[in-house]
């Protein structure tokens, strides 16, 4: 029997809903994907609207605008281009986490006003580590990726962002009946299609 994926209210994406609702409404968040090739970020203001369009799973109620929309390999940052760990870069492998550092610091520089400026919220995808984690129960290897993730945590208070949230990557389809990882990755694929159908402003064709 196909599984019935079905979007509740529980759905967290982009703080439309959350797990541990903030008491103001009108505000404007960052949500960052962590990653070194992969680093990902959108900026988005949302306000309560009584429009129909803005009715609907995941949104309930609430307005979004996207301000900010950002993929990053931080080995290209403008402060790495001629930096030995940029060519090491080519295999991360091989590139120890104290020189991925300095790298993840200046692509943050580089783009601080994007991703600070009015920034009442921040929420940082939750890294697994140290544990076990699929049917083959399969070790979690993702040290650097965590080191960042606090690394970014810093950097975000350092330039005033007062309230920052780790969440874990399962909820944005907590309401969605899922196994694999894959089947969660493809429903999350669609649901952000869908919220960026309503969104609009030439989003849906990014």
Request: glycine share 4%.
């Amino acid at each position: 029997t196909q599984k019935k994926k079905q979007v509740g209210k529980n759905f967290y994406t982009c703080c439309l809903v959350e797990k541990k609702p903030t008491k103001k409404i009108q505000m404007r968040i960052l949500s960052v994907d962590l990653g070194v090739r992969n680093l990902a970020w959108c900026v988005l203001e949302r306000d309560a609207s009584k429009d129909a369009k803005w009715k609907v799973e995941p949104f309930n109620g609430m307005q979004v605008k996207i301000l900010h929309w950002r993929l990053v390999d931080v080995t290209e940052s403008k402060e790495n281009s001629d930096s030995d760990c940029e060519k090491e870069a080519l295999n991360l492998n091989k590139v120890d986490i104290a020189d991925c550092v300095p790298m993840f610091i200046a692509a943050l520089k580089q783009h601080r006003d994007e991703i600070t400026n009015g920034v009442e919220l921040a929420l940082l995808e939750q890294q697994p580590v140290g544990r076990f984690m699929g049917q083959g129960k399969m070790p979690v290897n993702n040290i650097r990726t965590k080191v960042l993730s606090h690394i970014l945590q810093a950097f975000l208070l350092e330039h005033g962002v007062k309230e920052i949230r780790f969440v874990s990557p399962k909820l944005k389809t907590a309401s969605i009946e899922s196994e694999t990882y894959r089947e969660r990755k493809s429903a999350a694929k669609l649901l952000a299609r869908q919220s960026l159908d309503v969104i609009g402003d030439g989003w849906p064709s990014w």
